[in-house]
């Protein structure tokens, strides 16, 4: 979890200790307190030009700001791309690759290829390896679905054997 999302889950968890005419009231400070320093980030962000703003981008926290404020440099897609990149070389060495689809309302699809896809052990530890460094780039995603990510268990609940593809020389 990053220091963003630890510091979003502590504004909800104390705007739902609020009730009634109260808990409005907070959220309204708590948005505009929000859009203000939102409005001052893009000034910053303006002022310190794109190879600062590509640097500070780097940070853990700026990034997440940045993304908040839609002030990222560079494009989700581009992000995600560049994440995907740095995920590939583990998939390659289980004979695998994920290819990007989309991105549509937060929620961005990938497709495994090669040994990956339909086999449930490597498919379902490349999709945390995924989701992992997307999250880490892209936190507006709200949602990764990994097409070719077979099913752990088969009828009844009961696991099934991986069957992965073996190729013999």
Do not use: N, W
Request: charged share 30%.
């Amino acid at each position: 979890m990053t220091e963003v999302d630890r510091v979003g889950e502590r504004i909800e968890q104390l705007l739902g200790e609020f009730d009634g005419e109260d808990a409005e009231l907070a959220e309204d400070l708590v948005h505009t307190l929000i859009e203000f320093y939102g409005a001052g980030l893009a000034r910053i962000a303006e002022l310190v030009g794109r190879p600062v703003l590509d640097r500070l981008a780097e940070d853990e926290l700026v990034r997440g700001l940045l993304v908040l404020h839609d002030l990222h440099p560079r494009s989700t897609h581009e992000r995600v791309t560049e994440a995907l990149d740095k995920v590939r070389p583990y998939l390659g060495s289980h004979a695998g690759d994920v290819e990007f689809v989309g991105i549509e309302d937060g929620v961005l699809r990938l497709q495994l290829r090669g040994s990956c896809d339909g086999c449930p052990s490597s498919a379902v530890t490349a999709k945390y390896a995924i989701e992992r460094v997307v999250r880490e780039v892209a936190p507006e995603i709200a949602d990764v679905v990994v097409e070719g990510v077979a099913e752990e268990t088969g009828p009844g609940g009961r696991p099934l054997l991986p069957l992965c593809p073996v190729e013999v020389p």
